[in-house]
């Protein structure tokens, strides 16, 4: 791979996306100064300086109007690198899709997708390019529904696929991204994009010369987890792991290093819940170090190149990681076993499982709800409601991750109520399963 510098940047075009004012949602301050550091980032040297007229930014964008086309249009003629970055509120629609909240955007599901920048929108205009590598970063609430159709950004039967695509999501299908306050701050910035610019700024001490996307990812997820935030997603096609995004400064061929990490005083802490939308989850339990080491061993597996395939160790290293009392690896643990993992990451609808792996995942659910885990809380609430059709069980859970902050939760308690209000009863699909007593 070339040295980030050595890249001609006239081949290569940037869309930078960020929305932090609001009419119908919470503002979130926080994204607008990390809409401006990923812009720094891009044209300052370590990424080769990236020339403003091939950065576009595009900050606090009231309606969607003709975005889309913008977009197609931006996209379409690159070659080499087509880069697509947003930042703010992430929602999702009655079918499950992801919308990038704009100024304007409804809080209503059945508005959202008229009113947002839809990820479909962004898939399409990555398709109608030409570009060999092609890059999104999410970073909002329920990113990783980018991932749920197809697990790629570009390419279908009837078109050809790209040589290179990389999707990175600050957070999962039905969770919840984090952000600073202004408590925290007079530039509070979202946590996923501070990670990733910090660790570019500051370097790899020992790495490369120059840092490709796929280690950058793994050593950005794990310092996410070790500081208590929620766990990022990625998916990688073809080369674009080993595209080098940045040069390394902490190699002494670009000088003397700058150290590991962010300084003390800026790096992030587990001293309090981080804020965000509608409210940061709380914290969970406090397990040891080596329970952590294990998470993060298990989390970069399920998020690697070939996660179905190790799918038998992913499961392996929750289970010693939750038996050590780590609470979100016990939720992880409990998604494994009812058979969600498997689902997502071979890109296939989710089936249930057999009796018995409903029984140990409701287990490892409600364990690691006991230890302080919205995510157990949720997925606790979801078996309850789509397994079970136990509406009072469901109602239960689901307001527990609200009290924790789960956005997901919150959409699914709504959804349930209405549904209880109009005489539908939940969505349970397979009634016959019978919980143990």
């Given amino acids: 791979m070339p040295d980030a510098l050595d890249r001609d940047f006239s081949r290569s075009r940037a869309v930078l996306i960020g929305t932090w004012d609001y009419r119908h949602l919470r503002p979130v301050p926080a994204a607008e100064h990390s809409l401006r550091r990923m812009r720094d980032l891009l044209t300052g040297p370590l990424c080769g300086s990236w020339p403003e007229d091939r950065v576009t930014v595009v900050g606090n964008r009231a309606r969607l109007g003709e975005l889309p086309h913008e977009l197609t249009l931006d996209l379409r003629d690159v070659v080499d690198v087509a880069l697509f970055y947003y930042v703010g509120h992430g ?31 962004v898939r399409l205009a990555f398709r109608a390019s030409r570009a060999a590598t ?30 290179g695509f990389c999707l990175l999501m600050a957070s999962g299908e039905f969770s919840t991204a984090w952000f600073e306050s202004a408590a925290d701050g007079p530039r509070p910035q979202t946590y996923f994009t501070k990670y990733l610019v910090d660790l570019v700024e500051h370097g790899v001490p020992g790495g490369p010369p120059g840092l490709a996307l796929g280690p950058v990812f793994q050593d950005l997820a794990h310092a996410l987890v070790r500081d208590g935030k929620p766990p990022p997603r990625s998916r990688f096609g073809d080369h674009a792991a080993e595209f080098v995004f940045a040069r390394n400064s902490a190699h002494p061929h670009h000088g003397a290093p700058r150290g590991a990490g962010p300084p003390e005083q800026d790096r992030p802490t587990r001293s309090g819940p981080a804020s965000g939308p509608p409210g940061a989850p709380a914290g969970t339990s406090a397990p040891g170090p080596d329970a952590d080491a294990v998470y993060a061993a298990a989390l970069a597996l399920e998020n690697g190149l070939d996660g179905a395939a190790d799918l038998a160790e992913i499961e392996s290293l929750y289970r010693t990681a939750a038996d050590r009392g780590h609470a979100d690896a016990m939720a992880r643990l409990g998604l494994v076993l009812e058979g969600r993992t498997r689902a997502r990451l071979r890109g296939e609808l989710f089936r249930e499982t057999s009796d018995a792996g409903v029984e140990e995942a409701m287990h490892w659910y409600r364990k690691a709800a006991d230890h302080g885990s919205v995510f157990g809380a949720f997925w606790l609430g979801l078996l309850y409601e789509d397994r079970l059709g136990d509406a009072a069980e469901a109602v239960k859970w689901y307001e527990t991750a609200v009290r924790g902050g789960h956005e997901g939760a919150r959409e699914a308690l709504k959804g349930l109520r209405d549904r209880l209000s109009r005489g539908l009863g939940p969505l349970s699909h397979a009634a016959g399963f019978k919980e143990a007593p």
């Fill in 91 to 121: 929602q999702y629609d009655n079918d499950d899709r992801l919308c990038l909240a704009l100024g304007e955007s409804s809080s209503d599901p059945v508005l959202r997708t008229t009113s947002s920048l839809t990820f479909d929108a």
């Fill in 134 to 163: 092609k890059i999104a970063i999410l970073d909002c609430c329920f990113a990783g529904l980018a991932a749920g159709r197809d697990d790629r950004l570009s390419g279908a039967d009837d078109l050809p696929r790209s040589p």
